[in-house]
T-cell receptor, first 112, second 108 residues
Framework: NAGVTQTPKFQVLKTGQSMTLQCAQD?????MSWYRQDPGMGLRLIHY???????DQGEVPNGYNVSRSTTEDFPLRLLSAAPSQTSVYFC???????????FGSGTRLTVV | RKEVEQDPGPFNVPEGATVAFNCTYS??????FFWYRQDCRKEPKLLMS???SGNEDGRFTAQLNRASQYISLLIRDSKLSDSATYLC?????????FGAGTRLTVKP
């Protein structure tokens, strides 16, 4: 099993550009989430999904959109990139309420 | 106040030492608790879940005190390979909140 796969691993964007961060999992997990990690702030939840067709906002959703058309895929869209969105983005999935997340290897995004 | 608070460290300990990390959380209705480790420039990886009765996995022991809203992680006989950042995680319904992490360096 590949687990949670994120692409790309690195990306540089110009302010105002849009892009989609891809996330796919092959473990048939219902729950998927996107986090961003900034120095000294820990991981902060952007959006999450409890199953195909269902998404909800997390702690820091502004500037991001998500969709969950299949169980496997949970892409994160940056609508108009801003320097404040420079961060490391992690996608994660879990199977059930009382288990921990499995994380992808992350996307390092720089907005200039 | 952050929902999950940890001492950022760093903790610098010699090999073989015992080290303890603490974590407090603000939501008394929190339902599940975990410790993760994160190596530099890598993704977080689940270390262990934390149960009300306390639980042990080899050299690692986790404790939960719901009344005090406090979680701990004890590492015995520290190894060089234990050097990492340890993240405390608390679940409230569908929302998992992470502490900012405690950095541990184990030295020869």
């Amino acid at each position: 099993n590949a687990g949670v796969t994120q692409t790309p691993k690195f990306q540089v964007l110009k302010t105002g550009q849009s892009m989609t961060l891809q996330c796919a999992q092959d473990m048939n997990h219902e729950y998927m989430s996107w986090y961003r990690q900034d120095p000294g702030m820990g991981l902060r939840l952007i959006h999450y999904s409890v199953g195909a067709g269902i998404t909800d906002q997390g702690e820091v959703p502004n500037g991001y959109n998500v969709s969950r058309s299949t169980t496997e895929d949970f892409p994160l869209r940056l609508l108009s990139a801003a320097p404040s969105q420079t961060s490391v983005y992690f996608c994660a999935s879990r199977d059930g309420q009382n288990v921990g997340y499995t994380f992808g290897s992350g996307t390092r995004l720089t907005v200039v | 106040r952050k929902e999950v608070e940890q001492d950022p460290g760093p903790f610098n300990v010699p090999e073989g030492a015992t080290v303890a990390f603490n974590c407090t959380y603000s939501n008394s209705a929190s339902q599940s608790f975990f410790w993760y480790r994160q190596d530099c420039r890598k993704e977080p990886k689940l270390l262990m879940s934390v149960y009300s009765s306390g639980n042990e996995d080899g050299r690692f022991t986790a404790q939960l005190n719901r009344a005090s809203q406090y979680i701990s992680l004890l590492i015995r006989d520290s190894k060089l390979s234990d050097s990492a950042t340890y993240l405390c995680v608390v679940r409230n319904n569908n929302d998992m909140r992470f502490g900012a992490g405690t950095r541990l360096t184990v030295k020869p």
